[in-house]
């Protein structure tokens, strides 16, 4: 107890802190509603998040909301899945302003409707120049394709002489990725007991700490996220170094 008691005055609270949302069907299921409920509740749960990362003090939160494999979801569950998203961004716009939100989207925005695709440009233009938490919405993303596009763009840079094949650095391949200028995670949570990436930030998750909970994401709040940072401050980061 004590030990663990030094060591959280010691380690640095997370910069970045990414989460897997997930549970929100079985939330719904287990309580006899259409699974869209639970992705109801799970937007509360973000707007919830958001606001306990921005009181917290963390830099960048990073959230994957719809994978690229979530297409293969029944039509009508992602249909229920972006019409929340519009309403998401049309409703939440207001309060990520004022509270200093600086929204970014990664994925592959063009394959959603295009109206959807408007309202990213127009949130991310209108919270551009926000200092506070650095909000990223993994959209349509999945972590092979990012890095599959990067490949592809440095290789017809090499094609096109800008760059030697022998220059290429994790730091090119990091500048190619769609998380360019934001760092690495140091804490990645998934809720509802899944214990997987699932496509998620795969690169990027390198050396970042794995945090599971039980938890199904509409009943996760600033309780269980001050839960999750006090677990990632108890553990000892090494980077491959030795600890004595
Ligand atoms: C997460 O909840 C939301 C998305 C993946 C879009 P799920 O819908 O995956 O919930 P479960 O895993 O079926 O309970
Ligand atoms: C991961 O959850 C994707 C999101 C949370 C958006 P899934 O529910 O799609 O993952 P799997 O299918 O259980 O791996
Ligand atoms: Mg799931």
Known sequence: METATSRDTHAAPPKHIAIIMDGNGRWAISRGLPRVAGHQRGADAVRATVRACGELGVDFLTLYAFSSENWKRPADEVQDLMSLLRLYLRRELAELAT?????????????????????????????????????????????????????????????????????????????????????????????????????????????????????????????????SIREYRRRERRYGGSST
Not at 136 to 165: C, H, K, P
Not at 180 to 204: A, C, M, V
Not at 212 to 217: A, D
């Open 99 to 227: 509270n200093g939100v600086r929204l970014r989207v990664i994925g592959d925005r063009a394959g959603l409707d295009s109206d959807i695709q408007d309202l990213i440009r127009e949130a991310e233009e209108a919270t551009a120049k926000n200092g506070g938490l650095t909000l990223t919405v993994a959209l349509n993303y999945g972590g092979r394709n990012e890095i599959v596009a990067a490949v592809q763009e440095i290789a017809r840079e090499v094609s096109g002489g800008l760059i030697e094949a022998n220059a290429i650095t994790a730091s090119v391949i990091e500048a190619h990725l769609q998380t360019d200028g934001i760092p690495d995670p140091d804490l990645l949570i998934r809720t509802s007991g899944e214990h997987r990436l699932s496509n998620f930030l795969l690169w990027q998750t390198a050396y970042t700490e794995l945090v599971f909970t039980p938890v199904l994401w509409p009943d996760f709040g600033r309780k269980e996220l001050e839960e």
